[in-house]
């Protein structure tokens, strides 16, 4: 599953609500989960590439 800036923020919203109910095992993201998503019990965060800017990674 993945969730990007081009999606409507409908399917962003399905994808995470399935990422949250574990019925999909990885979630791929670009910069728009950055801040404000809180998922309880989240063991791991991949970071691919890191912000250009320390405030986007920092919160």
């Known amino acids: 599953m993945m969730i990007n800036g ?3 923020q409908d399917l962003r919203e399905r994808a995470l609500k399935e990422f949250r109910e574990y019925r ?3 979630l791929v993201s670009t910069d728009v989960c ?12 991949i970071n691919y ?10 919160h």
């Open 24 to 26: 999909t095992p990885v």
């Open 6 to 8: 081009d999606m409507c």
């Open 34 to 45: 950055a801040r404000g998503i809180d998922i309880k019990e989240l063991d791991h965060v």
């Open 49 to 58: 590439d890191l912000p250009h800017e320390t405030t986007t990674y920092v």
